[in-house]
């Protein structure tokens, strides 16, 4: 487990208080469009994050959980909000997950966050490892996903909804993932 810092300004258990209240652990199937590329190709990919909104003045918290947990991005957002955003899944396995099992959540934070760290688990073991250095081909290598991950996936996405606010989340990408799974 990694070592968070010793002189952080904020506590550990204060932090993931704050987070069953106002944090949220996302995981999404996106649609992505090249338009400038030939033909505008879509690409589908998994993405997941980490993620605090509050008001805009009250940028100094975040600054201090995002030196207490020691990753992230801090950017406005909206012009009268602030976001704090962890993205990178390695940052996402090796300090989030780490940061949230030992500093616990409790109620449907709790199960939400263990869906997604399993789901983090997933995008780490299945992540693009290298990209294209022939020449003539450009670009990262296409992933081959392990169908069973891929579908599991979809289960926790599925499953995680029932944590999130009951908006209507049109999770209009899902027969698109199903169907791509059904060619791994």
């Known amino acids: 487990m990694p070592e968070f810092s010793k002189e952080s300004k904020l506590p550990g258990e204060y932090i993931a208080g704050f987070v069953d209240g106002e944090g949220c652990f996302d995981l999404q199937f996106r649609r992505d469009v090249r338009h400038e590329r030939v033909n505008s190709p879509a690409y589908y990919s998994w993405k997941a994050q980490f993620v605090i909104v509050l008001r805009y003045d009250e ?100 499953s995680m909804q029932n944590f999130k606010a009951k908006r209507s989340r049109a999770l209009k990408w899902f027969p698109i993932a199903e169907s791509i799974a059904e060619t791994l």
Do not use: M
């Not at 602030?82 to 300090?95: A, I």
């Not at 992540?127 to 996903?145: A, L, S």
């Open 59 to 158: 940028k100094e918290l975040l600054k201090k959980i995002k030196d207490t947990i020691g990753c992230g991005s801090i950017y406005s957002s909206n012009g009268n909000q602030v976001r704090y955003s962890v993205q990178d899944v390695d940052n996402l396995r090796n300090r989030i997950v780490p940061f949230f099992k030992k500093f616990l959540l409790f109620g449907k934070k709790k199960q939400d966050f263990n869906l997604w760290a399993e789901s983090i688990e997933i995008i780490y073991r299945n992540k693009r490892k290298n990209i294209n250095i022939n020449k003539g081909v450009r670009g990262f290598t296409r992933i081959n996903w392990n169908k069973k991950d891929f579908l599991r996936l979809i289960d926790i996405q599925k």
